[in-house]
């Protein structure tokens, strides 16, 4: 506690140097060696294990192949339409075209030419039901086309240095210019998880539709993932994720997963059924068999002021200052499990917090 105290006084001079304005400080930094730990064999063509805070890669298998992505589209898709939209609760009515344009036998929760949803409820039905017809109704009610949302898709993506990966359709039917990376995919899900009302959907079991113009029963939702539904695959700290399958693409599945602070994001691309679950937690377990967070500033609580005094100068401008510090409780730092944390060193520069390891210099975050 002693040293975390005199890093926070560093904190303090280094605030009170620059800017006065509050300090929002939230992030993650990780060590940039690898575990020389041998890797699991997986069954998928690719897959990998992403640290959801930092975005280091823990595990990987052909992390930047191209494959087909089918229905964990629908992340992209979900987040497109939660940040084009300032209100979620907006109603939605579906075209004849948004509830008919689609492949035979593909999946959808049954809803009509006329019908009108909240779009919270229709991104609910994309993501836990893998709804198609959800996803045309809710790209043409934010961009006024399936193909004007795409275009979101895909800039959002260039936006995220997702380079290697194109989309053409909202749900992932297959299309041979629809592809991703793993990569590109855990980059797309990381910054989805940053989403709060994303994370709220997508780590639901379960969402009930009330009775509509059109359905007078409702619509229970269940999501598909089995080990978010719990119905098979037991794993402690699973949160979420998205399932998806075409015959081009074979079986893909994103899962993120928590356990204590680190959270994980596994991606598997052209798997084979069952052993998408079964890779997916022998990646999972690789990664926390052999990595570990600290939360240095996670049980510091309160407010640190000036000393009473009420105005620091910055600049030419007299301003007040306090740094919260509940702010900074969520930076986290990720080590391989046998590295000692008592190695790691903590300092103030400008604007930024820097973070060592022996001595060595492992990366910053802004304040």
Known sequence: MKKIWKLLAAVA????????????????????????????????????????KTGKILFEKNINEKHYPASITKILTTLVAIENNDDLYGEV?????????????????????????????VLYGIMLESANEACNGAAEYTAGSNKEFVKL???????????????VTTNGLHDDDHYVTAKDMATITKAALENDTFRKIACSRNYYITPTNKSREGRELWNHHKMVKKTMFPYDGIEGGKTGYTTRAGGTLVTFCKR???????????????????????????AYDNYKVVTPFKEVQGIIQDNGLGILKAGNQLMPWTLQLDELKN????????????KLSYRCKGKKLYIDYNGRKIGNITL
């Not at 006065?20 to 690719?46: C, F, L, R, W």
């Not at 009515?93 to 949803?117: C, D, M, P, R, Y």
């Not at 800039?155 to 380079?163: I, T, V």
């Not at 930076?331 to 008592?342: C, H, Y």
């Open 260 to 286: 204590n602070d680190l959270e994980l994001i596994c991606v598997v691309l052209q798997g084979n059924g069952y052993e998408l679950y079964r890779d997916t937690m022998k990646m999972l377990d690789y």
């Open 93 to 121: 009515t579906f075209s004849k075209e948004a509830v008919n344009e689609l492949e035979e036998g593909s999946t959808h929760i049954g809803i009509q030419e006329g019908e009108t949803l909240p779009l919270i409820d």
């Open 13 to 52: 001079i280094c605030i009170m140097a620059g800017s006065a304005a509050p300090v929002q400080a939230a992030g993650g930094v990780a060590v940039k060696k690898k575990t020389s730990q041998k890797q699991p064999e997986i069954d998928g063509k690719a897959g990998i294990v992403m640290d959801a």
């Open 153 to 167: 898709m895909n800039q959002k993506a260039r936006e995220l240095g997702c380079d290697h990966s194109h989309f």
């Open 331 to 342: 930076i986290t730092v990720l080590l391989e499990k046998n590295q000692d944390a008592s």
